[in-house]
Structure formats: structure tokens, C-alpha cells
T-cell receptor, first 110, second 112 residues
Framework: RKEVEQDPGPFNVPEGATVAFNCTYSNSASQSFFWYRQDCRKEPKLLMS???SGNEDGRFTAQLNRASQYISLLIRDSKLSDSATYLCVVSRYYGQNFVFGPGTRLSVLP | GAGVSQSPSNKVTEKGKDVELRCDPI?????LYWYRQSLGQGLEFLIY????????KSGLPSDRFSAERTGGSVSTLTIQRTQQEDSAVYLC??????????FGPGTRLLVL
């Protein structure tokens, strides 16, 4: 089993739709959690950190459930520019290496 | 300020040759990571440097791969006797403190 697993995708949704991505991690000692987005042939870029209390940034909401070792990302009112691959990232210990999930590809269609 | 830079941006080499990939992290960032990403695949961790500590080399796929970081700044990833399966995008990232990591644009390596 991979340490970080994500919805296999791809997700094809119309503009304005709400879409949710799921991620699970296997190491209960994991401390830090993030969502990155990666555009085609570009480097990954931080979308948002994920906090235990959940956090929101505009149309994006991230949730963390430590008991279930589950992370989610919700995108409301999808835009064409949201089309990308979304990567779930987990850091086991403070300052240690980051483990990337395989990513979920999103295509927002006009 | 300047982000993470990598060079070359593209590298084509012949099977069996050695290659060196360079990463210039963000100034002051103490942590530096190397990853590789094959076409359509996720990121594969290779190696991690943190300050003056011994690097975490647990992700290096074989002894043909090595990396060093001089003076706590610039890092070089070396692949000896390249094989076709080494073809990938090699990404470098740096980080400071509790922040997340910032990626460079990557080096696209093609081994013929």
C-alpha cells in the first residue's frame, strides 16, 4: 500500500461545479499536510496547508481527519483555470522529507 | 525575491554518459530536496539535505545516483552511466523552518 493515496481521477466537471478530492495516508505519525497543484509540464506549487481545524481560502476548503487519516479538498464554483493535477502531500516529521500522493487530475470544461 | 533555480532546463544525453544537474535554492533556505517525476507519474523522493546534518539518501534508486550540497547552498545531483529509465523531470525544492517547500522549474532529462 502506498503511503499517500488519492482518488484516481480524472475528474471532468463543468464550470461552476463543486468538486471534492480525497486523500488517505498510512503513517499515523504524520505531522503536516498540504495540497499542491501542478499544471501540465510545470513544477508543483503550494495551494494550501491543511490544519486540524480545517481551513478555507476563497473557493477552496481543506479538511483533515487525523482519526481516519484522511484529508480532503473541496473546490466550489470551479473555474477553467482550476484545471490541473492536485497533489496531496504529507510530512512525517517536522523538517523531514515530504511524501507526495500520485495526484488527481481535474479538467474543468466550458 | 528569486525562487529556486535549476540548470540545465533540458538535457539530452546518450546512454552510459554521466550527467550533473544543478539546483540553486532560495537564499537562506536550510533544507533542500531532490525529486524526480516520470511522465504522467507522481513525485518520487530522492534525497534531502538539512543544514549540516547527514543527508537522507533513502530515496536514491541506485548507487549510480549521488548528490552533494556545497556550503549549505547549491546542490548537484549526479547520475552516472545513465540508463533510458533515468529519463524524467528532476525537481529541486527548498524550505526554511516550518514552511512548506518551494520548487524549481525542473530539469527535463532524456537519455537516448
Amino acid at each position: 500500500r502506498k503511503e499517500v493515496e488519492q482518488d484516481p481521477g480524472p475528474f471532468n466537471v463543468p464550470e461552476g461545479a463543486t468538486v471534492a478530492f480525497n486523500c488517505t495516508y498510512s503513517n499515523s505519525a504524520s505531522q503536516s499536510f498540504f495540497w499542491y497543484r501542478q499544471d501540465c509540464r510545470k513544477e508543483p506549487k503550494l495551494l494550501m496547508s491543511v490544519y486540524s481545524s480545517g481551513n478555507e481560502d476563497g473557493r477552496f476548503t481543506a479538511q483533515l481527519n487525523r482519526a481516519s487519516q484522511y484529508i480532503s479538498l473541496l473546490i466550489r464554483d470551479s473555474k477553467l483555470s482550476d484545471s490541473a493535477t492536485y497533489l496531496c502531500v504529507v510530512s512525517r516529521y517536522y523538517g523531514q522529507n515530504f511524501v507526495f500522493g500520485p495526484g488527481t487530475r481535474l479538467s474543468v470544461l466550458p | 525575491g528569486a525562487g529556486v533555480s535549476q540548470s540545465p532546463s533540458n538535457k539530452v544525453t546518450e546512454k552510459g554518459k554521466d550527467v550533473e544537474l544543478r539546483c540553486d535554492p532560495i537564499s537562506g533556505h536550510t533544507a533542500l530536496y531532490w525529486y524526480r517525476q516520470s511522465l504522467g507519474q507522481g513525485l518520487e523522493f530522492l534525497i534531502y539535505f538539512q543544514g549540516n546534518s547527514a543527508p537522507d539518501k533513502s530515496g536514491l534508486p541506485s548507487d549510480r545516483f549521488s548528490a552533494e550540497r556545497t556550503g549549505g547552498s547549491v546542490s548537484t545531483l549526479t547520475i552516472q552511466r545513465t540508463q533510458q529509465e533515468d529519463s524524467a523531470v528532476y525537481l529541486c525544492a527548498s524550505r526554511i523552518g516550518a514552511e512548506t517547500q518551494y520548487f524549481g522549474p525542473g530539469t527535463r532529462l532524456l537519455v537516448l
